[in-house]
């Protein structure tokens, strides 16, 4: 069992940043951010994994590519969310997931892929 505790969100004006982050109880190979909508399905933001070697590898949403970035603190068991030149699009809740397994770049993104979630953080972006 693997509880995820987020914290860090709030509202920004467009071009802000913020920093998401999230602390696990356990040691999940992979962690992930979603994001939600109301009424539009969890969208897979960002993953950092376990890769070949050892090393910490990453995947993200096209939308989100050159101004997000994912990164964990193992002693701390913290993953994080740097999150640049934030957009009003980028408003959402925010979730934080972890799962065990292989990641594929193909699949990544799939919330299926994740067992255990955090209960959520609101990111705001005002125009």
């Known amino acids: 069992q693997v509880q995820l505790v987020e914290s860090g969100g709030g509202s920004v004006q467009a071009g802000g940043s913020l920093r998401l982050s999230c602390s696990a109880s356990?040691?999940?190979?992979?962690m992930a951010w979603f994001r939600q909508v109301p009424g539009e399905k969890r969208e897979g933001v960002a993953v950092i994994y376990t890769g070949t070697g050892g090393t910490d590898s990453t995947y993200y949403v096209d939308s989100v590519k050159g101004r997000f970035t994912i990164s964990r603190d193992n002693a701390k068991r913290t993953v994080y969310l740097q999150m640049n030149s934030l957009k009003p699009e980028d408003t959402a809740m925010y979730y934080c997931?972890?799962?065990?397994?292989?990641?594929?770049?193909?699949?990544?993104?799939?919330?299926?892929?994740?067992?255990?979630w955090g209960q959520g953080t609101q990111v705001t972006v005002s125009s």
């Open positions: 997931a972890a799962g065990f397994g292989v990641t594929y770049g193909s699949s990544w993104h799939y919330s299926t892929r994740y067992n255990y």
């Open positions: 356990g040691y999940p190979d992979r």
